[in-house]
């Protein structure tokens, strides 16, 4: 044998183990969820509940564990808009970019269901209490 052929032999094995491998067919054609059902979990006291999710699918000392560390870092999240005041408007700001030549198309009004209405209410009075978005008029 050649040494040339030899080097050229251990070229074609390490090509064959980086070949991608197909996917298992669980994860192909079963339309399985990509996201973990979440439990629900609240970290403050029962005036301030500090809600956050976490997976279900963590095993209970996982859990128990998760819980302790979020826990005990529970000051390091910014659980309203008034804990964030060094927020910068650059990434908090929504602008359209729209074609000022272009005259605007005014919209029917959408109308929602009484429950969900109400739960919109109370997230917008949160969001102006907290001056985080403004009420802007348009003529017509």
Known sequence: MIFGEEQDAGKEDEE??????????????????TIDELVEIK??????PKITYVSKSLSNSEMKEYVAYLSDYKDVFGWSYKEMPGLDLKVATHKLAVDPSKRPVKQAQRRFHSDLAAKIELEIYKLQATNFIHEVKYPT
Do not use: H, M, T, Y
């Open 16 to 33: 064959l183990v980086n070949e991608p491998k197909e996917a298992p067919l669980l994860l192909e054609d079963r339309g399985q969820a």
């Open 43 to 48: 970290l403050g006291s029962p005036e301030e």
